[in-house]
């Protein structure tokens, strides 16, 4: 049972150091698309090792019956880790946010926007929320709805307040 116990945490060990070196096996070629990533080799060994402790300490199962218990969790874990890593990875093709994405939006004014001045209002960009420097034609009051006309730097913009 201790072999099996070394295995898991050599495991844990390989999932730790696949924080920093993960990629490096893919890098050598081979052609098998992250399937001996660090990730999917940790998960593998981890669970063959736990779960063959727990075969023996808990079943009382032999060594043989362990071994193959533990290489089939070892199987599901590694596959379902590829799976896992490849499903994020495949998510890569949604451009990046712009600026220019903002035109059209509704926002809140954070401060108040004077004749002729800057204020400042709360916009949502691809979700999160980020404050523009905000120029208006007339005066808007903080707490305000507006809606950004168009954008005029890369941190400001010009509103007109939402007619309802």
């Known amino acids: 049972m201790a072999w099996f116990l070394g295995f898991g945490i050599a495991g844990l060990i ?8 993960d990629g490096f096996l893919e890098s050598l070629g081979g052609g098998l698309d992250g399937f001996l990533s660090l990730p999917v080799i940790a998960g593998f060994v981890s669970a063959l090792g ?10 009382g199962a032999g060594v043989v019956p362990a071994t193959l218990a533990g290489v089939g969790a070892g199987a599901l874990v590694g596959w379902a880790t590829w799976r896992f890593s490849r499903a994020l990875l495949r998510d890569g093709d949604a451009p990046a946010p712009r600026g220019e994405d903002l035109t059209g939006t509704s926002g809140a004014v954070v401060t108040a926007i004077p004749v002729g001045g800057y204020g400042e209002v709360l916009l949502y960009l691809a979700g999160q929320p980020v404050k523009y420097a905000a120029k208006a034609s007339a005066p808007i009051g ?7 006309e168009s954008v005029l730097s890369p941190t400001s913009v010009a509103v007109r307040p939402v007619e309802r």
Do not use: Q
Request: aromatic share 12%; no cysteine; glycine share 12%.
């Open 142 to 148: 903080r707490g305000s709805e507006v809606w950004v």
């Open 14 to 21: 390989v999932t730790a150091l696949s924080l920093v070196f």
């Open 50 to 59: 736990f779960t063959g402790a727990i075969a023996m300490g808990a079943a």
